[in-house]
């Protein structure tokens, strides 16, 4: 394509992107430039990364001048129903504002005080990520006949479900232990929601299907956050056989207030060390999707140094305190659960500054948009509510907030692997008949682009290449 650059050198030639190579953030620039409608495409992608890259140093340095010229660049080429850079530039954006607005907290609540979020949305919005992409689906069916296969011959079976929304992976449960040579079991599900309205759904929609399959079946729903569970509501009985499903949850136990770990915030970086080091990339990316370019032109940015730098969870061999954590796994622990399934977002989103989230949440959103953009045509409706209410949130919680406010801490799969193992838990392999089943609903729905890749026992769900969801089982290790 038209000026592309050579290598070992840094010119560049198109007219627009020799302008973006000098051009710095700076108040004495105006906008909008009559120039941005003329970028290409993938002009346009990598100028947003640039602007996004930038701005979230400025932000994270305090410079809010330089910060709010930036977020208004971005806004003349972001569209939440654009191409997928234009998308997620969009919600990174918002996510940078809302982080600003919180340092003045009246003005925030004042402008946020009459949004509404109705738990019916909520359930909707996850319900519609269950139909657009297989993620869920996948999870269900290997967490699924992982359980089947642990509870072979047991008679009386337990499954705790810590964020019990969705009937389907049950209902698909119900139909695997009728076809048992032995029969069902007496199976009785706790529920685990913070809406009781959701687990009255979802005992009457179990109720009525474990009839349909004749599975004895009993229904225990325990109303509460998962921070606030007190085990004895489980009403584990002596001689039940104990699962527990984590689809998604898990991490939401690693809250803690990282004012009372850290006070140390992450220097600015160069205004020209980044615009020049963009420049002579921007056009390298030719046709790769957003997330490929981010997982192979990483972008470097300036952290603490380390002898001022707390540890941070984004290395392999450091984990961020989490006392709630520890303290559910071992209460958890004492119940001597059989098997325990988790699934989690395969991302570090836990990190102690804000730009390591930032690119973290940048490459890992990105390979979702992308599948997203690959599975879903961009006028529906659906995709726009997945993409604002469930992906935007997401990535607003990352980067917008702070300490107990700050949920979505998602951790990679080696990080739960050292908590589930400090915790006296030892590693299940996960069933190789689950993950032919797995396989066969990709390939019979033509989900092209998904994968399943199996590491040392567990199972990652990936786009491309990229995992993005993890599933790891457990068992009561004495």
């Known amino acids: 394509m038209a000026g592309m650059i050579k290598e070992g050198q840094s010119f560049i030639t198109s007219p627009t992107l020799q302008f973006m190579s000098w051009m710095s953030l700076s108040p004495g620039l105006g906008s909008p430039f009559p120039w941005l409608g003329e970028l290409k495409s993938e002009e346009r992608g990598l100028y947003l990364i640039h602007l996004l890259v930038a701005c979230a140093n400025h932000v994270a340095a305090g410079s809010l001048e330089n910060a709010n010229i930036g977020l208004e660049h971005i806004s003349h080429l972001a569209l939440a129903d654009g191409d997928t850079m234009q998308r997620i530039a969009a919600y990174f954006t918002e996510a940078l504002a809302d982080r600003v607005l919180k340092a003045w907290r009246g003005l925030h609540k004042a402008l946020n005080a009459t949004k509404l979020s109705s738990v019916q949305e909520k359930i909707h919005v996850q319900n519609l990520f269950f139909d657009l992409c ?129 006070k140390i915030n992450s220097p600015s970086m160069s205004k020209n060390n980044l615009n020049t080091d963009l420049s002579q990339r921007v056009l390298q990316m030719n046709q790769r999707t957003l997330g490929e370019w981010l997982e192979k032109e990483p972008v470097h940015v300036y952290s603490p140094s380390p002898d001022l730098a707390s540890p941070s969870p984004l290395s392999p061999l450091s984990l961020a305190p989490a006392p709630k954590m520890a303290n559910f796994l071992s209460a958890l622990r004492g119940l001597s659960p059989k098997l325990i399934v988790i699934t989690e977002q395969e991302a570090n989103h836990n990190g102690s500054t804000l730009m390591e989230r930032v690119m973290e949440a940048l490459n890992f959103y990105a390979a979702l948009f992308d599948c997203l953009e690959s599975t879903v045509s961009r006028a529906p409706v659906e995709r726009q509510k997945v993409e604002k209410m469930l992906f935007g949130e997401e990535i607003k919680n990352i980067i917008a907030c702070e300490g107990v406010e700050r949920r979505e801490r998602h951790e990679k799969l080696e990080k739960w692997i050292l908590r589930l193992e400090l915790a006296g838990f030892g590693k299940v392999p996960l069933s190789y008949h689950g993950m032919l089943q797995a396989g066969r609903l990709l390939q019979t729905n033509n989900y092209d682009g998904y994968k399943i890749k199996e590491d040392n026992g567990r199972v990652v769900i990936c786009w491309q290449e990229r995992p993005l969801y993890s599933i790891s089982a457990w068992g009561f290790r004495p």
Not at 176 to 183: C, H, L, S, V, Y
Not at 219 to 236: A, G, H, M, Q, Y
Not at 239 to 260: F, K, N, R, Y
Request: charged share 25%.
């Open 134 to 262: 297989p993620f869920l689906k996948l999870a269900y069916i290997i967490t699924n006949q992982a359980i089947v296969e642990a509870m072979e011959g047991e008679k009386m079976v337990h499954i705790i479900d810590l964020n019990c929304f969705e009937p389907a992976q049950w209902i698909n449960l119900f139909q695997t232990f009728n076809a048992r040579p032995e029969g069902p079991p007496h199976l009785r599900i706790t529920g685990i929601h913070e809406q009781k309205e959701v687990l009255d759904h979802m005992a009457l929609r179990l109720t009525e299907e474990a009839e349909k399959w004749d599975i004895p079946f009993q229904f225990n729903p325990v109303v509460c956050k998962l921070e606030n569970l007190d085990l004895k509501s489980l009403r584990v009985k002596t001689g039940e056989a104990l699962a527990v499903s984590s689809v998604l949850q898990l991490h939401s136990l690693l809250v803690t207030d990282d004012g009372m770990l850290r």
